[in-house]
């Protein structure tokens, strides 16, 4: 790998832009997550499907490791080129098609950022479904590579659910256009669906055709506080009875507390609780707030809260969960994103309780996450005192009780982060060998030479 030099880029891949500098193979070979040490070979920026097949044809003539690279936002590692890979942005393939009315779509090509899509439908008075606090940096490639959630997924679903068509390049270079932009393809193996969420490691994702929705119109946003997990499912239930949700998210009291330090905002509620529940839901009347809001205290489900007045105050309250990531993240704590059936939620939480008082007592845990879907991020902070090596052992050794946890409960290690090189190594706790051998032969299919992304997800 080093003997790529200028001459070898230009050799074999002409006409391909590249990049060697010191500060681009830092930051391209790394992402949120900062797990390893970026260490790429070289930096490739393809501009069309062709040159994407042209590089994919010279790595495996080459024998030579790729890295499918979007906005690198993610935090289990998939996007970490470590070890001289080449990595290969798809910045540069960032066409976003007018939409298409009629079939209420938009085609976009990978390196488009998540946010212009939110924004181009909304011109169009429209409405794309997915957001999370990242959509202002990550591109919709790797949005489907990891099969994105965020915070309206038990309204809109997954990216998985946007994606109406797809186009790429498989591990052996050919070109793929995956169904078309259609709604009713009943033609075999959906190959689509093969792809997303498979993390780079089959094919490189070069564009999209994305559903888009009707405009949701006024959305008010519900601030609760709620005195501790038992009440969750409950309130969640009577919540969707009553409104037309969006999203519903939870946080405890030492989420607020850090992001209040970090983006110097005051406390969302006069009197802290142990726990809060942001909703978010289609507009309804005052009188409609009221009445839910009593028969929530009657049933002591909820001890006091706010409802957003105005966009911008919906926006203030978004930001005592949406920042809750980015006001930890300096402190590197080690993260988990699990999830459960719905159903399942109340015991997953009351065993973690356990776990963490047992095997945690000195580490600050926070929990937070779309308690709507199931899925709680679970960060634990590293005490000042303690090596990073030692931190990361530990909470490893916790890790496998957790997992045992999450595997009686048929739940999953990874609910929207992805796999990666984070949590590789525990994928038996929520697949089977069976289904883990299934995959490396479906792998060995569209990447024989095992040239996209060696070392992640299997
Ligand atoms: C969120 O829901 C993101 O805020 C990040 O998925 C979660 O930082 C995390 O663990
Ligand atoms: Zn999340």
């Known amino acids: 790998m080093s003997d790529i030099d200028k001459l070898w880029l230009h050799q074999h891949l002409p006409g391909i832009q590249a990049s060697q500098q010191a500060d681009d193979l ?7 997550s900062r797990l390893r040490e970026p260490a790429p070979a070289a930096v490739l920026f393809p501009q069309h499907q062709e040159q994407v097949a042209q590089i994919i044809d ?28 080449l990595v290969l942005s798809l910045e540069r393939m960032r066409q976003l098609d007018p939409v298409n009315h009629a079939d209420a779509s938009v085609r976009v090509e990978a390196g488009v950022v998540t946010a212009s899509i939110q924004q181009q439908a909304e011109r169009a ?32 679903g997954l990216t998985r659910d946007q994606v109406l068509g797809l186009e790429a390049v ?39 055709t994305l559903k888009l929705w009707p405009d949701p119109g006024e959305r008010q946003v519900l601030l609760l506080a709620v005195d501790g997990h038992q009440a969750l499912l409950p309130l969640f239930m009577a919540a969707r009875q009553a409104l037309r949700l969006s999203a519903f998210e939870f946080f405890t009291h030492d989420c607020v507390r850090h992001v209040c330090a970090h983006a110097g905002l005051p406390p969302p509620l006069e009197q802290a609780a142990g726990m809060y529940v942001l909703l978010e839901c289609d507009a309804v009347s005052d009188e409609q707030v009221a009445a839910l809001f009593e028969q929530l205290v009657e049933q002591q489900l909820v001890s006091d809260g706010v409802i957003s007045q105005s966009r911008q105050h919906a926006q203030q309250l978004w930001q005592y969960r949406e920042r809750i990531s980015e006001s930890i993240a300096a402190q590197r704590p080690y993260k988990n994103d ?21 095997h945690y007592p000195a580490f600050e845990v926070l929990w937070y996450g779309h308690i ?18 030692a931190f990361k052992q530990q909470c490893e050794l916790v890790n496998e009780q957790v997992f045992d946890c999450i595997q009686r409960l048929a739940g999953s290690i990874s609910a929207e982060h992805g796999v990666g090189l984070l949590k590789q190594p525990w994928l038996q706790y929520s697949r089977t060998p069976v289904e883990i051998d299934i995959m490396r032969r479906i792998k060995s299919v569209l ?3 095992g040239i996209l992304n060696p070392g992640k997800l299997l």
């Not at 010279?58 to 996007?79: H, M, Y």
């Not at 059936?341 to 008082?357: F, G, K, S």
């Open 58 to 85: 010279c790595a495996n003539r080459e024998g030579l490791a790729l890295v499918p690279s979007g906005g690198r936002t993610g935090l289990s590692g998939g996007a970490i080129a470590a070890d001289g890979e």
């Open 372 to 389: 709507g879907d199931g899925n709680i991020h679970m960060n634990v902070l590293k005490p000042d005192d303690l090596s990073p090596a």
């Open 26 to 32: 830092a930051s391209y070979g790394s992402d949120w």
């Open 447 to 449: 990447d024989p030479g």
């Open 125 to 156: 008075g429209l409405f794309y479904g997915v957001d999370f606090a990242a959509a202002g940096s990550s591109q919709i490639g790797g949005n489907i590579a990891t099969n994105a959630g965020g915070i309206r997924v038990l309204r809109y």
């Open 170 to 208: 498989s591990g052996k270079g050919e070109l793929l256009q995956l169904n078309h932009g259609l709604i009713k393809n009943a033609t075999g193996y959906d190959l689509r669906h093969l792809l997303i969420g498979s993390e780079g490691t089959l094919a490189v994702i070069t564009a999209a």
């Open 338 to 358: 699990i999830a459960v059936r719905i159903a399942a939620v109340p015991e997953l939480l009351q065993q973690l309780d356990e776990l963490i008082q047992r």
